[in-house]
């Protein structure tokens, strides 16, 4: 399917340093992926180049992006690997590998992932495994992809024993996070990203406290209040900006800390209560969705506590429902095994969990809450 960029608004294009020194290019905006040529002489890329895809983007986009490489400056292959989690296995990781290794990759060569999250998390943990690491692009088709999965520099796959339980911490070269192809999203999927969105306005006060992040003339909760529920899709003018802040908002607390020690512990608000609930459904809930759950939880926790007014718990559950997204735990998944899961967490210490909960007001959290197990399934 061939597709064409409608210009609206300028594709913005920062240079991200990290702690560790690695240089990020993010672009973001209509048309951002057809600055892939671009951005590929840019990080000094070798000539070859493989594109990793799933079959919806295979289907929609993947001519489009083959497009902007002229064939006389690289030798594009491409992989499509299975939908959603089925990509993230030790069978793919090797069939890349092998790929790679048939056709002479070396460490100057690129691996661009264009997909979801499962995509771009193997194609992350493919490049920073073969040869000790390879050049990695990731074009991110998803909502959630976009404003989470591409940014941070996680990888993983799965194994059986659980999700993501082997991955590197590996930057991408650039990211290219492009609206457009949010237009053959389905509309689930667009929802779990507006979750995560919601997660991003609930922190941004902190994030802006401790980071070099600026607000913006208006707060991003402010923008999804007016937004949300008034046909808000991917083809909103507002959406770019609110991408745009959640990546730097991911970026700013990211190059703080890289691996987790305390402030990235910040973008885990919702998600513990969200992880159990996505596990306990066999993932039937979304990853946005239950993070939503788990926002609206978290806030009445907060609540009960009296960290938070319930005027606070009101406005969530008021997003959330113009979003579509439930703040319930489903029917057929108990509370106490909610608890269970939670208790296996690996934020667990004894008896209690660490938490990120709303504090004051809805933007600002309290990052490292020991809350114990006992007082949640209260709660619930
Ligand atoms: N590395 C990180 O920091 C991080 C953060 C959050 C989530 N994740 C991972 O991301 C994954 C979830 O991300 P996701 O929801 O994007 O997953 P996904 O890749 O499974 O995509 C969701 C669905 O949307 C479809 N899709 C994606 N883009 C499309 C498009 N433009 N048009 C039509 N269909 C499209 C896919 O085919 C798939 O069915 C999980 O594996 C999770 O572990 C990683």
């Given at each position: 399917?061939?597709?064409?960029?409608?210009?609206?608004?300028?594709?913005?294009?920062?240079?991200?340093?990290?702690?560790?020194?690695?240089?990020t290019?993010?672009?973001?905006?209509?048309?951002?992926?057809?600055?892939?040529?671009?951005?590929?002489?840019?990080?000094?890329?070798?000539?070859?180049?493989?594109?990793?895809?799933?079959?919806?983007?295979?289907?929609?986009?993947?001519?489009?992006?083959?497009?902007?490489?002229?064939?006389e400056?690289?030798?594009?292959?491409?992989?499509?690997v299975?939908?959603?989690?089925?990509?993230?296995?030790?069978?793919?990781?090797?069939?890349?590998?092998?790929?790679?290794?048939?056709?002479?990759?070396?460490?100057?060569?690129?691996?661009?992932?264009?997909?979801?999250?499962?995509?771009?998390?193997?194609?992350?943990?493919?490049?920073s495994?073969?040869l000790?690491?390879?050049?990695?692009?990731?074009v991110?088709?998803?909502?959630?992809?976009?404003?989470?999965?591409?940014?941070?520099?996680?990888?993983?796959?799965?194994?059986?024993?659980?999700?993501?339980?082997?991955?590197?911490?590996?930057?991408?070269?650039?990211?290219?996070?492009?609206?457009?192809?949010?237009?053959?999203?389905?509309?689930?999927?667009?929802?779990?990203?507006?979750g995560?969105?919601?997660?991003?306005?609930?922190?941004?006060?902190?994030?802006?406290?401790?980071?070099?992040?600026?607000?913006?003339?208006?707060?991003?909760l402010?923008?999804?209040?007016?937004?949300?529920?008034?046909?808000?899709?991917?083809?909103?003018?507002?959406?770019?900006?609110?991408?745009?802040?959640?990546?730097?908002?991911?970026?700013?607390?990211?190059?703080?800390?890289?691996?987790?020690?305390?402030?990235?512990?910040?973008?885990?608000?919702?998600?513990?209560?969200?992880?159990?609930i996505?596990?306990?459904?066999?993932?039937?809930?979304?990853?946005?969705?239950?993070?939503g759950?788990?926002?609206?939880?978290?806030?009445?926790?907060?609540v009960?506590?009296?960290?938070?007014?319930?005027?606070?718990?009101?406005?969530?559950?008021?997003?959330?429902?113009?979003?579509?997204?439930?703040?319930s735990?489903?029917?057929?998944?108990s509370?106490?095994?909610?608890?269970?899961v939670?208790?296996?967490?690996?934020?667990?210490?004894g008896?209690?969990?660490?938490?990120?909960?709303?504090q004051t007001?809805?933007?600002?959290?309290?990052?490292?809450v020991?809350?114990?197990?006992?007082?949640?399934?209260?709660?619930?």
């Amino acid at each position: 399917m061939a597709h064409k960029a409608r210009h609206r608004g300028p594709v913005i294009t920062m240079l991200w340093n990290t702690d560790l020194e690695v240089k990020t290019r993010v672009a973001i905006g209509i048309g951002a992926r057809q600055k892939l040529s671009n951005i590929l002489a840019q990080i000094g890329s070798g000539k070859r180049v493989l594109v990793l895809c799933q079959p919806s983007t295979a289907v929609h986009w993947l001519r489009d992006l083959l497009s902007v490489l002229p064939q006389e400056d690289y030798q594009v292959t491409t992989l499509e690997v299975p939908d959603g989690e089925a990509c993230k296995s030790t069978d793919w990781l090797i069939r890349i590998w092998e790929h790679l290794q048939e056709r002479k990759f070396d460490r100057r060569d690129t691996i661009v992932a264009l997909g979801g999250g499962s995509v771009t998390d193997l194609a992350g943990f493919a490049a920073s495994t073969y040869l000790r690491g390879l050049n990695l692009v990731l074009v991110p088709t998803s909502l959630l992809g976009m404003v989470d999965a591409a940014i941070g520099g996680k990888t993983g796959i799965n194994l059986q024993s659980g999700k993501n339980l082997a991955g590197t911490f590996y930057f991408p070269k650039a990211v290219l996070a492009d609206q457009e192809l949010l237009s053959t999203l389905p509309e689930n999927q667009f929802k779990s990203g507006i979750g995560e969105i919601i997660k991003y306005g609930m922190i941004e006060d902190t994030v802006a406290k401790t980071t070099d992040y600026e607000l913006g003339p208006k707060r991003m909760l402010d923008v999804l209040d007016a937004s949300l529920g008034n046909a808000f899709e991917h083809d909103d003018p507002g959406l770019s900006g609110i991408i745009s802040s959640c990546i730097k908002m991911k970026l700013f607390v990211v190059a703080k800390d890289p691996q987790e020690a305390n402030l990235r512990r910040i973008l885990n608000l919702g998600h513990t209560i969200g992880h159990a609930i996505e596990t306990l459904s066999d993932y039937k809930v979304s990853h946005g969705e239950a993070v939503g759950i788990g926002l609206f939880l978290d806030t009445k926790y907060s609540v009960k506590q009296k960290r938070i007014d319930k005027a606070a718990l009101d406005k969530v559950e008021e997003l959330l429902a113009k979003a579509g997204l439930s703040t319930s735990i489903p029917s057929g998944i108990s509370k106490e095994k909610v608890v269970n899961v939670m208790g296996s967490d690996k934020k667990r210490e004894g008896q209690s969990i660490k938490l990120v909960l709303p504090q004051t007001k809805l933007g600002v959290v309290d990052y490292d809450v020991t809350v114990p197990l006992s007082d949640l399934s209260k709660t619930l």
